[in-house]
């Protein structure tokens, strides 16, 4: 591999991977060709596999080599995001959404201000926190609506339908989720 793979940890893909097709770690080694012991050290951070070995996992768990490097988690990041930096291309015209997280981490944030399209629904996987840094905004969830102003939050578990719009101009919203693609324990199993 070459090194910048080598700062990823590819053993939470591949973990999120088996884990998703519901296999055990037998299934895997048997279909991979290689053995139980080596592949929980690879899911652990114990041992880096060959690329070889790699592309044998992923033909075991129906994907590519390089699809998990790219679910691979960075082993330690720290990214510096600038105030100019992250803008995400926005249909609305009096909008800013801006990526506050770069990349693909088991956080992702991001920074709304001034209008949002009110009539579209969000649901997502993982938990999702909601904090208002400026202006007010009127979150419905649950069939309930709540009222923010600067300051306040909202804490939305997975799975909760919800939709919000800006109540005073060039509102400020920080929106912080848990990536989707990290599989998230209910609190009952925890």
Known sequence: MDEQKETLRVGSAVRRRRRQ???????????????VPF???VENERARPSR????????AL???????????????????MRSDEGDV?????????????RGH???????FTGDHDEGREFQHR????????????????EG???RLGRGDSLYLTGGVRHRWRATVPDSQVLVVAVGDHIEALDGSRR
Not at 24 to 31: G, I, M, S
Not at 71 to 78: I, L, N, Y
């Open 39 to 41: 592949l929980s050290q």
């Open 144 to 146: 309930r609506a709540y």
């Open 89 to 101: 291309e926005n249909s609305a015209p009096d909008a800013r959404v801006r990526n506050l997280v």
């Open 126 to 141: 993982n938990d999702e926190l909601m904090y208002v840094v400026g202006g007010a905004v009127e979150v419905e969830a």
């Open 105 to 111: 981490h088991q956080l992702h944030a991001v920074e």
């Open 52 to 59: 070889r070995s790699l592309q044998r996992v992923a033909d």
């Open 62 to 80: 129906l994907t590519t080599d390089v699809e998990l490097l790219a679910a691979a988690d960075p082993a330690c990041t720290v990214d510096l």
């Open 21 to 35: 097709l519901e296999l055990t770690l037998a299934v895997v080694a048997e279909r991979s060709g290689l053995s």
